[in-house]
């Protein structure tokens, strides 16, 4: 009915997830949030109508008239699946590849919460995590590298079908895919079984085989057919993203035994056959409920521990140990100031795991004292990623969509650009991810041009939802982490330092929790009102602040405007955005070690802006780059001369 | 001397690729740039040091002097190598995994251009691909999927030697990287060895067998170690990424039977014998300077044209056939528009190639009466490359790299992201890729937000050197392949609708070669100066049109600029941009569907965006979504009236 859409793919995993579903999959459609439910990821997304099918004949909160609007303007069955939007997702997905690597998130999460909170006696996390993966799950290579990690991992509740249709968008798969996906996998310690995909007792025999195998994650090798049953076109790419249109759909129903004219046909003894899924997981639910009311008797503590990471709380007191810099101290680098607050909150969130893509010292998302996660280790709160960003950021989501932990993850702020399709898909499914982004600009000196950021922060702050903060110091940076733990709806990136910096004065300047509004005057002008406004984030406040005492000496009165996070500002109401940035004054000069696109929002029309412009970085010690780019404060201090005599030279 | 980099890959890989320079590799470092090179890419990147002293041992333009300035402010010797930079790099490479398959890229042109101009009896291009690459190189998904598709096409001349030293920064890799590498890349269809990567002898005899087998790639696993010498720290993470400090590299020089207190000493006669490579290589290159030369009497358009192609020159009428649309035609998506375009190029431009990930068709990145590149079909002109973006992007780097060959790529503007980082690189090593982003905005409809493009545009144009431009109807994208296709030393994006859009009529309308300029006065207010700009792009532009005759119908007079690329646009002088954009004229409007992010720099303090702003798009048709969104010519001109009671209330 919607004249578009991609119903081969659905039409040749019918028979799979039929079994898979009704036999295999434990899960109470009438309490989609039930904890101890297996999740399931449809990864190749494309074939949203067959889990929209598979949610309605199950019992979901979806009727027959949600399928008739599939693909309309606020419908509950979109183009590609929408974990917010519609009961029963899991995941949202459609670009390829992050399915598979959100299960194996999943996966994770659900052992490392078995190992957390399971007491003798008391199962209370125990799960699996199926998939449905195509053809182009499997060539993605955030696939591959997630699939190399669950192998090492050993994520042996892990069971994916892999619906071998043997076509793609652009015709057969021997156009581009011939390796021998079941070696592939076996290299990288699955479990991998091959079956013939419209086989119903195959099919069932496999998931069984898979679920017994509990020490390496499963591979189904499923041949299916695509577009099956439809006299012309299965096992045609044509299946693959074209609706059949109204004879080949009335010829595949004659072919399968169907009343050609019958439309949305669920025959009511079929219907009801399949509804026993709700029946099916109330029993399973109370059953569970029951015996985590004895879990909750017994341990009360972790009882409460568990609900509150379920229902993305925090736990009392989580913030009650981050850190205060003391501005006696020697500078110190943002990153090395969130690794300290990372320690802090760690100690009293015991549902926080943090890890890094290679780089888990060098961006200090190594939790102090704690062991790293592994197969033998499975409580180790260190995640290890290896250099694998992308699979990073999937896995963190999958994490997140799982519930009941928080991920944080660290690479170099550069390296966000591989793991950028994850942190879109963390903005658009309210997925409270940490992104600790480290080395955020050509401060972090002689890697060069192809390690310092430039683009980043800009483009980061592009994506909608996502929240960038960039702290000035080591007590903004405590603050940021307040502000990225209690967004567990939304991501947010810490843009931290490499080099070190001062640990700013707050005796004379505004208290760091001004971060939390997006920008805070942090330096009024001193002796009247001011005549500019100089904004900065992170390490260039520092410059800032030097600048305006330069123009103080001068007569020239500076504000200092610190301006961490653009997203928490823009959100604030007018009023105050008025009183931070006064549009009267029209002086105003911006400096960031990066590009400066999109500082025009800020500094108007009439001021100015110091960045990295039109160029990439390069590879110097750090502070040469700063002072051959002009990222100074004496060039601050030159701007902001300049705009005054150009903007009121009767003035001076 | 430089205090910071990493010494222990390159101590480990001397042996190695020591062998390999001056036993296999085929080069001429008096000319880095003849045509008939082996290509030689270090993809860890990290260890410069080693490929800056194969450089200077060999003879290159690379002095002592230049590795004692090594990661210092404009010296050759930078953190990582980089192309346009240092004399004999090949591609600029850190980022790990993109020079494995900038090497896969570099084998498809070899054999591509072999095809094409090498004639009986003259083998004109005849070179192998060697690489150099490590445990992160192989742990990168990009890597896996140039893998799989290097083992698909069977390309026999590529010959990687993989550093298997168990470390990485983080410890081991038995901490994330346990997988049977050996197995993987066998499973991809390639020739696997296992040698001690200590054992020149056994390096020899790997390489040698690697030449000899031509059916496939080839994968030498070779087992090093890591600061090869330093009693400390041999086998460790430290050796990585930290100077060894002075006591331990005097204690490494002892245990290697080197004088301790020698810095920078390379013996008289070491440096005779490596610099063998300068004979060596000018007798190979003039060898075949006659060969060329010989073909050139025979074949002297085909010598013409691969001279051409490999200078990055275009041949004369290039552009001939390019397509000019007839306003009478009905609508036609820009994607189909730039599927014309590229027909008509690629038959003047034999050297052209052009594919897409999976869509090929969609993005009409397909060129008509080609066949597809394969191992069987050397000679196709397509490629595919399957669901793989980010290999897809980093072959075009490789391809580029190798010179003598345009690809075009293309997939959807969302998938960008997946490929982001190869974007990246073909910025900053100013290769002309052209990368076609079609289904660029929520105008793709009912596949919804996990395809709709928001932040992409102002992402990409963030990045520094790339050009983004996004026409509005099929003569302006005739007008934007003529840009791209001559920006053969910086990459371009054309993003491309997917929906049907107006021929604009010309006749009334100023002409789309205004296009070359970034922005252009498409359509003059009517009746005297402007009140008011309206500014647009791609799509949007025939909605700023009917919104300017709405307008004109009350009597404001409206001018329409058509803007495809802000970074044309910023290029042209101070005097063209005031023409377009009066700074006296404050009443502006741009439209465009996405994200309004980066529009203040046009529309100035006192203008309005309408965009999508803090959102995702939605599945629907997309007529609908441009509605319920404001996308409209209503919003346009209610917009404009608007602005224009607040500026001017006097006037009204």
Same mark, same amino acid.
């Given at each position: 009915?919607?004249?578009?859409?991609?119903?081969?793919?659905?039409?040749?995993?019918?028979?799979?997830?039929?079994?898979?579903?009704?036999?295999?999959?434990?899960?109470?459609?009438?309490?989609?949030?039930?904890?101890?439910?297996?999740?399931?990821?449809?990864?190749?997304?494309?074939?949203?109508?067959?889990?929209?099918?598979?949610?309605?004949?199950?019992?979901?909160?979806?009727?027959?008239?949600?399928?008739?609007?599939?693909?309309?303007?606020?419908?509950?069955?979109?183009?590609?699946?929408?974990?917010?939007?519609?009961?029963?997702?899991?995941?949202?997905?459609?670009?390829?590849?992050?399915?598979?690597?959100?299960?194996?998130?999943?996966?994770?999460?659900?052992?490392?919460?078995?190992?957390?909170?399971?007491?003798?006696?008391?199962?209370?996390?125990?799960?699996?995590?199926?998939?449905?993966?195509?053809?182009?799950?499997?060539?993605?290579?955030?696939?591959?590298?997630?699939?190399?990690?669950?192998?090492?991992?050993?994520?042996?509740?892990?069971?994916?079908?892999?619906?071998?249709?043997?076509?793609?968008?652009?015709?057969?798969?021997?156009?581009?895919?011939?390796?021998?996906?079941?070696?592939?996998?076996?290299?990288?310690?699955?479990?991998?079984?091959?079956?013939?995909?419209?086989?119903?007792?195959?099919?069932?025999?496999?998931?069984?085989?898979?679920?017994?195998?509990?020490?390496?994650?499963?591979?189904?090798?499923?041949?299916?057919?695509?577009?099956?049953?439809?006299?012309?076109?299965?096992?045609?790419?044509?299946?693959?993203?074209?609706?059949?249109?109204?004879?080949?759909?009335?010829?595949?129903?004659?072919?399968?035994?169907?009343?050609?004219?019958?439309?949305?046909?669920?025959?009511?003894?079929?219907?009801?056959?399949?509804?026993?899924?709700?029946?099916?997981?109330?029993?399973?639910?109370?059953?569970?409920?029951?015996?985590?009311?004895?879990?909750?008797?017994?341990?009360?503590?972790?009882?409460?521990?568990?609900?509150?990471?379920?229902?993305?709380?925090?736990?009392?007191?989580?913030?009650?140990?981050?850190?205060?810099?003391?501005?006696?101290?020697?500078?110190?680098?943002?990153?090395?100031?969130?690794?300290?607050?990372?320690?802090?909150?760690?100690?009293?969130?015991?549902?926080?795991?943090?890890?890094?893509?290679?780089?888990?010292?060098?961006?200090?998302?190594?939790?102090?004292?704690?062991?790293?996660?592994?197969?033998?280790?499975?409580?180790?709160?260190?995640?290890?990623?290896?250099?694998?960003?992308?699979?990073?950021?999937?896995?963190?989501?999958?994490?997140?969509?799982?519930?009941?932990?928080?991920?944080?993850?660290?690479?170099?702020?550069?390296?966000?650009?591989?793991?950028?399709?994850?942190?879109?898909?963390?903005?658009?499914?309210?997925?409270?991810?940490?992104?600790?982004?480290?080395?955020?600009?050509?401060?972090?000196?002689?890697?060069?041009?192809?390690?310092?950021?430039?683009?980043?922060?800009?483009?980061?702050?592009?994506?909608?939802?996502?929240?960038?903060?960039?702290?000035?110091?080591?007590?903004?940076?405590?603050?940021?982490?307040?502000?990225?733990?209690?967004?567990?709806?939304?991501?947010?990136? *810490?843009? =931290? @330092?490499?080099?070190? $910096?001062?640990?700013?004065? %707050?005796?004379? #300047? +505004?208290?760091?929790?001004?971060? !939390? /509004?997006?920008?805070?005057?942090?330096?009024?002008?001193?002796?009247?009102?001011?005549?500019?406004?100089?904004?900065?984030?992170?390490?260039?406040?520092?410059?800032?602040?030097?600048?305006?005492?330069?123009?103080?000496?001068?007569?020239?009165?500076?504000?200092?405007?610190?301006?961490?996070?653009?997203?928490?500002?823009?959100?604030?109401?007018?009023?105050?955005?008025?009183?931070?940035?006064?549009?009267?004054?029209?002086?105003?000069?911006?400096?960031?070690?990066?590009?400066?696109?999109?500082?025009?929002?800020?500094?108007?029309?009439?001021?100015?802006?110091?960045?990295?412009?039109?160029?990439?970085?390069?590879?110097?010690?750090?502070?040469?780059?700063?002072?051959? *780019?002009? =990222? @100074?404060?004496?060039? $601050?201090?030159?701007?902001? %001369?300049?705009? #005054? +005599?150009?903007?009121?030279?009767? !003035? /001076?």
């Amino acid at each position: 009915k919607a004249n578009s859409g991609h119903p081969g793919t659905a039409m040749g995993l019918a028979t799979a997830s039929y079994v898979m579903w009704t036999k295999f999959l434990k899960f109470n459609p009438r309490d989609p949030q039930w904890p101890d439910r297996d999740r399931f990821v449809l990864s190749a997304g494309h074939a949203s109508v067959l889990l929209y099918s598979l949610l309605y004949l199950t019992g979901y909160d979806l009727t027959l008239d949600d399928l008739k609007n599939f693909r309309q303007w606020e419908s509950k069955t979109p183009g590609h699946p929408e974990a917010t939007h519609t009961p029963g997702v899991e995941v949202t997905t459609g670009p390829l590849g992050q399915g598979f690597a959100n299960g194996v998130g999943m996966a994770l999460a659900e052992r490392f919460l078995a190992t957390l909170f399971n007491r003798p006696g008391h199962n209370i996390v125990d799960h699996h995590t199926y998939a449905i993966c195509s053809d182009g799950d499997l060539m993605e290579g955030v696939a591959s590298e997630a699939a190399s990690l669950a192998g090492h991992l050993k994520l042996g509740k892990l069971i994916y079908l892999y619906d071998d249709n043997k076509i793609s968008i652009d015709g057969s798969t021997g156009l581009t895919f011939t390796e021998d996906v079941g070696k592939r996998f076996d290299a990288y310690g699955w479990h991998v079984q091959r079956i013939d995909g419209m086989d119903a007792e195959a099919v069932a025999n496999a998931l069984a085989a898979a679920k017994a195998e509990t020490s390496k994650p499963s591979l189904i090798i499923a041949r299916t057919h695509i577009g099956y049953g439809s006299p012309k076109y299965q096992d045609t790419a044509f299946a693959h993203g074209n609706p059949l249109g109204e004879d080949e759909v009335r010829a595949t129903k004659q072919r399968l035994g169907w009343d050609p004219d019958a439309h949305f046909l669920v025959p009511d003894e079929a219907l009801a056959e399949w509804r026993k899924a709700v029946d099916r997981g109330r029993a399973a639910q109370d059953e569970w409920e029951r015996r985590f009311a004895a879990y909750a008797r017994e341990y009360p503590a972790e009882a409460e521990m568990f609900r509150t990471g379920m229902s993305r709380g925090m736990p009392a007191s989580w913030d009650a140990d981050l850190p205060v810099f003391d501005p006696g101290d020697k500078p110190i680098a943002t990153r090395a100031a969130s690794g300290k607050a990372l320690d802090a909150v760690a100690k009293r969130v015991p549902y926080l795991v943090a890890g890094g893509a290679d780089l888990t010292e060098n961006t200090n998302t190594k939790i102090s004292g704690e062991t790293d996660q592994s197969a033998e280790n499975p409580s180790g709160r260190v995640l290890r990623f290896g250099i694998r960003e992308h699979a990073m950021g999937a896995m963190a989501n999958g994490v997140l969509a799982h519930g009941g932990v928080v991920p944080v993850t660290g690479t170099f702020m550069v390296f966000s650009d591989y793991m950028r399709p994850s942190i879109r898909m963390a903005a658009l499914s309210n997925l409270g991810a940490i992104f600790v982004l480290t080395h955020d600009s050509v401060g972090l000196g002689e890697d060069g041009p192809t390690h310092q950021p430039i683009e980043h922060l800009a483009s980061l702050r592009a994506i909608p939802g996502l929240a960038v903060i960039r702290p000035a110091d080591a007590n903004e940076t405590s603050e940021a982490w307040r502000v990225a733990m209690e967004r567990r709806n939304a991501p947010t990136v *810490l843009a =931290l @330092t490499r080099q070190a $910096v001062p640990i700013l004065g %707050r005796a004379q #300047l +505004a208290p760091a929790s001004g971060l !939390r /509004r997006g920008a805070y005057v942090i330096a009024e002008a001193e002796g009247g009102a001011p005549d500019a406004i100089i904004i900065a984030t992170g390490s260039e406040v520092a410059i800032a602040l030097d600048a305006r005492e330069r123009l103080a000496a001068e007569g020239v009165r500076a504000r200092v405007v610190s301006m961490p996070s653009w997203e928490l500002f823009a959100a604030q109401p007018q009023s105050y955005r008025d009183e931070v940035l006064p549009p009267a004054i029209k002086a105003r000069v911006a400096i960031e070690a990066a590009s400066p696109f999109g500082w025009e929002r800020w500094v108007g029309s009439e001021g100015r802006v110091i960045g990295i412009n039109g160029r990439f970085g390069a590879s110097a010690p750090y502070a040469v780059i700063y002072e051959k *780019l002009g =990222l @100074t404060a004496d060039n $601050v201090a030159g701007q902001v %001369r300049e705009l #005054l +005599a150009r903007s009121a030279p009767a !003035r /001076r």
